[in-house]
């Protein structure tokens, strides 16, 4: 963690899921994974700090939007690979750009951190969101009962990781 | 269920630290403003230091609060997704089907109006 982050903005995650280390770096890092579970939506890592990556919407994504009348980006999030040690950390800025409000308020950092203890993965998220409130609204979850289904936040992502991992089924399935 | 021997996350120790009215004030202040030290929170309680530093030890065990090192101070953070597993594994089972029954008795009584 950084020196100069802020505890109030910042929020943390953990979820112990019985997958060996290398299993969840691939389900954060591979596209084929990454539209799987949570919001979906196809991500292609570099894994070289520095080096820019976006998350592209997946099938399911446009036909949701579709059917709900609105327009999905063909960008829904951005941002920089700042660290990479895999299978144990990620670091990344990390932009939705979902809405223009929420893109808007820029550049947060999002950090995974992967840790094996008694056979299972100890997985934990911190999201430094200075700055940017609505983007801290939403990753928390305050949005879970709206009609989009899955304004869970990070809480519902890693479930429902944790649920297609442990099982090979997301919580919708 | 499955549990997980030798796992930490366990249902039993959630439910078991939400069972008692300090540890969930503990959960409510850290919501309210994430990221506190020991001696933040000790002084919205009235309780020595080492009962707060009990329950934060319990909350911890089940999860529910992960704590982080800043510099020099020791920081606790709320982890919400122990609540979010058991949301999703336990009580959407049970709403749901309180939901259904309840679509269906509105679309029986509304068949004969």
């Known amino acids: 963690m950084s020196g100069t982050e802020n505890a109030a903005t910042t929020q943390v995650y953990r979820v112990y899921i019985k997958a060996a280390p290398e299993q969840v770096w691939d389900a954060i890092t591979k596209p084929e994974w990454t539209d799987r579970y949570g919001y979906g939506g196809l991500t292609d890592y570099d894994l070289t700090p520095g080096a820019a990556y976006r998350t592209r919407p997946g099938p399911a994504m446009v036909e949701g939007a579709k059917a709900m009348g609105f327009p999905v980006p063909e960008t829904v999030i951005d941002g920089e690979v700042v660290e990479a040690d895999p299978p144990r950390k990620l670091v990344l800025t990390w932009r939705m750009l979902m809405e223009p409000q929420l893109a808007a308020e820029g550049f947060t950092r999002l950090t995974y951190e992967l840790a094996e203890k008694n056979g299972s993965t100890r997985l934990t998220v911190t999201h430094e969101l200075a700055g940017a409130p609505q983007l801290a609204s939403l990753v928390s979850g305050a949005h879970d009962d709206e009609q989009m289904g899955g304004g869970g936040g990070w809480s519902w992502v890693l479930s429902d990781l944790k649920s297609l991992l442990e099982t090979g089924k997301t919580l919708a399935q | ?113």
């Open chain 2, 1 to 113: 269920m499955v549990t997980y021997p030798g796992s930490v996350s366990d249902d039993d120790l959630v439910f078991k630290a939400l069972a008692d009215p300090t540890r969930r004030f503990l959960l409510d202040l850290l919501f309210a403003r994430d990221g506190r030290t020991l001696t933040e929170l000790e002084s919205e309680l009235e309780m020595s230091r080492f009962g707060v530093m009990k329950h934060l030890r319990v909350l911890e065990d089940a999860g529910l609060v992960v704590s982080r090192k800043s510099g020099r101070a020791k920081l606790h953070f709320l982890n919400p997704v122990p609540i979010r597993l058991i949301h999703d594994r336990w009580i959407d089972k049970y709403t749901e089907r309180h939901v259904t029954a309840l679509t269906e008795l509105k679309a029986e009584l509304e068949k004969d109006s």
